[in-house]
């Protein structure tokens, strides 16, 4: 079967009530099992850009090198093995250009984005988390409504406090 007749991909941003604008930016491409979310980090120059840029580079990456091709001649582990190297790299060639961009253009100096990228295959599934952006898994129950369960844990400062300490927002950190 086809992972586009076996996945239901459903993204949802929004900027929540403190920002007046989303730096969210969603690439999927159920017909490869990719998605790519980002948001772009409030308060910091061009948040946006650093989202987009991330989620069509990414996305592009994977395009290129997640083929039937490439697949074809792979087992379940390996092709387990190759969506990890192959995300890992790409996540890795994006954080350089954003970089890159940041340091060329003056306005775009110290932007940056959260991420989860995500590649389905073969019953498994690959994910690239970085930051407090979430990934949740939703299964359709015969008869019953879903269930939301929660697949990462937050990568910023405030999730890796311990519990008694994550009540307290974080406003700043010097």
Same mark, same amino acid.
């Given at each position: 079967?086809?992972?586009?007749?076996?996945?239901?991909?459903?993204?949802?941003?929004?900027?929540?009530?403190?920002?007046?604008?989303?730096?969210?930016?969603?690439?999927?491409?159920?017909?490869?099992?990719?998605?790519?979310?980002?948001?772009?980090?409030?308060?910091?120059?061009?948040?946006?850009?650093?989202? !987009? $840029?991330? %989620?069509? @580079?990414? +996305?592009?990456?994977?395009?290129?090198?997640?083929?039937?091709?490439?697949?074809?001649?792979?087992?379940?582990?390996?092709?387990?093995?190759?969506?990890q190297q192959l995300l890992?790299?790409?996540?890795?060639?994006?954080?350089?250009?954003?970089?890159?961009?940041?340091?060329?253009?003056?306005?775009?100096? !110290? $932007?940056? %984005?959260? @991420?989860? +990228?995500?590649?389905?295959?073969?019953?498994?599934?690959?994910?690239?988390h970085i930051g407090d952006?979430?990934?949740?898994?939703?299964?359709?129950?015969?008869?019953?409504?879903?269930?939301?369960?929660?697949?990462?844990?937050?990568?910023?400062?405030?999730?890796?406090?311990?519990?008694?300490?994550?009540?307290?927002?974080? %406003?700043?950190?010097?």
């Amino acid at each position: 079967m086809a992972i586009i007749n076996a996945l239901q991909i459903v993204s949802v941003t929004d900027p929540g009530r403190i920002r007046g604008h989303n730096e969210d930016c969603v690439e999927s491409r159920p017909e490869m099992g990719v998605v790519v979310l980002a948001d772009g980090m409030g308060g910091y120059n061009a948040g946006e850009v650093a989202s !987009g $840029m991330a %989620t069509s @580079l990414i +996305a592009a990456g994977l395009a290129n090198g997640w083929t039937r091709a490439a697949l074809k001649k792979l087992d379940r582990e390996q092709a387990s093995a190759f969506s990890q190297q192959l995300l890992q790299a790409e996540v890795s060639k994006a954080n350089s250009a954003i970089f890159e961009a940041a340091q060329k253009d003056s306005q775009c100096a !110290g $932007m940056g %984005t959260t @991420l989860v +990228a995500c590649l389905f295959y073969d019953n498994f599934l690959t994910v690239g988390h970085i930051g407090d952006s979430r990934l949740y898994r939703m299964p359709m129950r015969w008869n019953r409504s879903p269930v939301t369960t929660r697949c990462c844990r937050s990568r910023s400062i405030q999730g890796l406090l311990p519990k008694k300490m994550r009540v307290l927002p974080i %406003t700043k950190i010097w």
